[in-house]
């Protein structure tokens, strides 16, 4: 089963409605809105609406992120461990169903592999890199030194991120396990995704691209190629599927 889903907070529905309205136009996969700390159930047209009190949080991040796989902790008890889980942001949308080469693709994601797609648009860029700019706390050779590795690990984006529920799992407890020491070296709330790729690339899990024309986004600059046409984004002539702050 491929699934989509998303974490919002009660004072993010206003950036989230476009996102919101397009989940209701756009129904070729299950979705799912994680809703965390609303007093009561809000009335989205999805699926299925999962309540999160955020106080059981195994850990406590930065705006209420689940995006390193905090959301498991909270899965419907009908989500099963083969699952593929389309974990994303809520400030972008839809453009289109996913086709069915992308829906293949994404259903044929491996045990212990995730999906991710680019962060800074045309550099292959690394978490080391990716360190100085999410407000080291401490001297960056030191950083270096108790993240070995990372001048040879990628940064990615995690606005759009696909694996089986089961490695979310893995991805989870591996960035509890990391968070202490993360939190104590940054202090922009982007130290969440660093972790998470760094956990990501460690023995055991594995990163595999996502295609750009299922995942622009414009945080960092523009991907050659991309550009809007009209109300619409298109990748090298395509048409996105999900446009993430754009």
């Known amino acids: 089963m491929l699934r989509l889903a998303t974490g ?7 950036r989230a409605d476009r996102f919101l309205k397009s989940l209701a ?5 299950q979705s799912t809105i994680f809703a965390v700390n609303f007093p009561s159930i809000p009335n989205f047209e999805v699926n299925h609406i999962q309540s999160v009190d955020y106080n059981a949080a195994t850990v406590k991040l930065p705006k209420f992120m689940l995006q390193h796989g905090g959301f498991a902790q ?12 389309i974990f994303t942001d809520a400030d972008a949308y839809l453009q289109r169903n996913f086709l069915p080469a992308e829906i293949d693709s994404m259903l044929s994601v491996a045990e212990g592999e995730m999906q991710v797609g680019y962060n800074r648009p045309n550099d292959a860029q690394t978490l080391q890199h990716e360190a100085t700019c999410i407000f080291p706390k401490k001297p960056l050779p030191e950083i270096y030194r108790e993240f070995p590795g990372t001048d040879g690990m990628f940064c990615r984006n995690f606005g759009f991120v696909v694996g089986r529920l089961s490695t979310w799992k893995e991805l989870f407890r591996r960035t509890v396990a990391l968070w202490p020491k993360c939190d104590a070296c940054f202090g922009n709330p982007a130290r969440v995704q660093w972790v998470a790729c760094y956990a990501l690339q460690q023995p055991g899990l594995r990163l595999a691209d996502l295609s750009p024309v299922i995942h622009a986004h414009g945080h960092c600059g523009l991907k050659h190629g991309l550009e809007r046409r009209g109300e619409e984004w298109f990748q090298d002539g395509k048409l ?5 702050a754009l």
Do not use: K, M
């Open 25 to 29: 136009r756009f129904r070729d996969v």
């Open 8 to 14: 919002i907070t009660p004072n993010f529905v206003p």
């Open 74 to 85: 909270f899965a419907p008890a009908y989500w099963v461990d083969e699952d593929v889980i």
């Open 240 to 244: 996105v599927a999900f446009a993430h």
